[in-house]
T-cell receptor
């Protein structure tokens, strides 16, 4: 079974520029997550999709971050404009479900390391 | 909002030593608890989980964790560590598959 794919693996941009990350979840997985992991910290959930609908985006800085999952498969996360504090690894994860009362394991991708200079 | 605390930032052990990594969470409702591991250069992967039932859960590679509800804790243990256990360990909690929160992580270094 192919894992969660992310691209690019590394990205260096200047502050105020825009950047986009792409994630392809495991085939058939309904739920997709984007996390931000700043150096020395644990992953922080930015947004959770169930199919193409947003379940939770309470920690997404909506003034500069946006994400979409138009067909319920691939997803893109965009930052516009980037700030120095956005330097982090952006992780995508997917799971086969998301219904309350059941457990679905999250599978993580390799991440995209973003450096903002 | 729920939060997760991992008190040990970096732990250094010799091979065959016993390991216990602390994890405390704050949340008033029913939670699911997890330990994830990230080996050098690899993806985050699930080590073990607690969903319900027996509070002592066993995971891969000889790891186990005990859920103590009264202490809001979910400590990770291994009786005898190996050099290959060198990794970063993250405790996490969610509620009904939503709102996943991770701790800051504990870096474990096992000296051969």
């Amino acid at each position: 079974e192919a894992g969660v794919a992310q691209s690019p693996r590394y990205k260096i941009i200047e502050k105020r520029q825009s950047v986009a990350f792409w994630c392809n979840p495991i085939s058939g997985h309904a739920t997709l997550y984007w996390y931000q992991q700043i150096l020395g910290q644990g992953p922080k959930l930015l947004i959770q999709f169930q199919n193409n609908g947003v379940v939770d985006d309470s920690q997404l800085p909506k003034d500069r971050f946006s994400a979409e999952r138009l067909k319920g498969v691939d997803s893109t996360l965009k930052i516009q404009p980037a700030k120095l504090e956005d330097s982090a690894v952006y992780l995508c994860a997917s799971s086969s479900g998301g219904l309350a009362g059941a457990y679905y394991e999250q599978y993580f991708g390799p991440g995209t390391r973003l450096t903002v200079t | 909002a729920q939060s997760v605390s991992q008190h040990n930032h970096h732990v250094i052990l010799s091979e065959a030593a016993s390991l216990e990594l602390g994890c405390n969470y704050s949340y008033g409702g029913t939670v699911n608890l997890f330990w994830y591991v990230q080996y050098p250069g690899q993806h985050l992967q699930l080590l073990l989980k607690y969903f319900s039932g027996d509070p002592l859960v066993k995971g891969i590679k000889g790891f186990e964790a005990e859920f103590i509800k009264s202490k809001f804790s979910f400590n990770l243990r291994k009786p005898s560590v190996q050099w290959s256990d060198t990794a970063e360990y993250f405790c996490a909690v969610n509620h009904n598959n939503n709102d996943m929160r991770f701790g800051a992580g504990t870096r474990l270094t096992v000296k051969p």
